[in-house]
């Protein structure tokens, strides 16, 4: 079956840090592209960042210089470091597959919460 | 970056009703947008890629159209598990951005 698994959410205090992993099964990460969007409680998706499969990565601006994304080809799986945490990090966390460019986000994983809170 | 702008934000509709819902891109993007089906809970679900071309599995009454500047997602007659927000992406930059969605709702 083909499916995205995310972690690593949770609790974490304003300027802290926090790893989330996206599991791949049924298909290889790095012959696809990964992305991580996000939602805010109550509110819209705001993408965050992609993986190409060639290694080149992107950013949004609210999270460019914090977050990182990266890939463990061998563990098929696809991370997002996220450091100097703000309140306005806070939502579920998501990772999707675009099969090829413009294809769309066709898979996706069932999400994990980032509360950032004192 | 490319701002997408969706309109309306919330419409209500009845079932069997055809709906229609605007996204607007800020810049060109040729056919590169595509759109998607969110319920309370649930990650998205993709409906429209390229514009125009139906997700597999996606029923036949959710239809896109345009190019350009200017995309429409059609609901051809609603049916009760349409009710949803429907968000609508580009892809044509690598910064990737999302349209801020149509909450359609239960006239």
């Known amino acids: 079956e083909v499916q995205l698994v995310e972690s690593g959410g949770g609790l974490v205090q304003p300027g802290g840090s926090l790893r989330l992993s996206c599991a791949a099964s049924?298909?290889?990460?790095?012959?696809?592209?990964l992305s991580w969007v996000r939602q805010a409680p109550g509110k819209g998706l705001e993408w965050v960042s992609i993986i190409y499969s060639a290694g080149t990565t992107y950013y949004a601006d609210s999270v460019k210089g914090r977050f990182t994304i990266s890939r463990h080809n061998s563990k098929n799986t696809v991370y997002l470091q996220m450091n100097s945490l703000r309140a306005e990090d806070t939502a579920v966390y998501y990772c999707?597959?675009?099969?090829?460019?413009?294809?769309?986000?066709?898979?996706w994983g069932q999400g994990t919460m980032v509360t950032v809170s004192s | 970056d490319i701002q997408m702008t969706q309109s309306p934000s919330s419409l209500s509709a009845s079932v069997g009703d055809r709906v229609t819902i605007t996204c607007r891109a800020s810049q060109s993007i040729s056919t590169y947008l595509n759109w998607y089906q969110q319920k309370p809970g649930k990650a998205p679900n993709l409906l429209i890629y390229?514009?125009?071309s139906l997700q597999t599995g996606v029923p036949s009454r959710f239809s896109g159209s345009g190019s350009g500047t200017e995309f429409t997602l059609t609901i051809s007659s609603l049916q009760p598990e349409d009710f949803a927000t429907y968000y609508c992406q580009q892809s044509y930059r690598n910064l990737l951005t999302f349209g801020g969605g149509t909450k359609v709702e239960i006239k």
């Open positions: 049924g298909f290889t990460v790095s012959s696809n592209y």
């Open positions: 999707a597959r675009d099969r090829d460019y413009g294809t769309g986000f066709d898979i």
């Open positions: 390229a514009a125009s």
